[in-house]
């Protein structure tokens, strides 16, 4: 008979789960999945010339990029892995299939510059990223700066560096030409500039509470918010992009106001 390993009364390690990973893991990790295909289907419709589905595909990556991180978060499958992983979809997603469609269908007509806007837009989406990923191992920072993003976002870059193309599908304007491509060249080397700034924006994460008398107000917004993004998808996103370059400058102000009344509270303690 073979002699037993454990000592009399010890407990035996615990089981390790079945595949090797909890399914609280995978979760996460399967919905970031899911973002990448769509961004790599939207390239795929890009290059086919089907730019609105191409749009579809990255709101729909958006979406899901904001749900990944909230879904790991309430069943505890944060990791490291699922963090980095997040990263890489998010530069498929919100950088290099953006700077495709944007390139394909209202940038060609200049040609070389409207590429340079595109690849300026793509890298300017990597170091958002790559700042953004050292800043989690930095040092803690006042809580207050949870509210804030520093420099614009990845997926609010991709959706509202697409506006041209939006306005265009909304419009219903015919292919771009060498003069709306100069414009739009222009504002996508804007949008770039500013994913790879220091500029504030706004995170949602801190979002004030809405007062009992304006509930009804803030219910009829939302549902208002989405009925428009359903009936009119591409005026929802023309409006979206167009108040969230609005909510820029009041960030900026926002952060240093804060900024100001943190440093004098330091001082006066």
Known sequence: MARDTFDDGAAPPPARPRFGVPPRLLAPNLVTLAALALGLTAIRFATEGSFLSAEYCIAGAAILDGLDGRLARAVGGASRFGAELDSLADFVDFGVAPAILLYR?????????????AIAFAVACALRLARFNVALDGPDRPSWTRGFFTGMPAPAGAIVGLLPLHLALALGA????????????????????????????FSGKDLPRVPRERYGLALFAVAAAILTLVAWPVWGLVIASACYLASTPLAARRYAALEQADRAAQVAG
């Open 105 to 117: 269908a209202a940038l060609d007509p200049l040609g070389t510059p409207g590429w340079f806007a």
């Open 174 to 201: 015919g292919p771009a030409t060498r003069a709306t491509a100069t414009v739009s060249t222009a504002y996508v080397v804007a949008i770039a500039a500013l994913m790879a700034s220091r500029i504030p924006h």
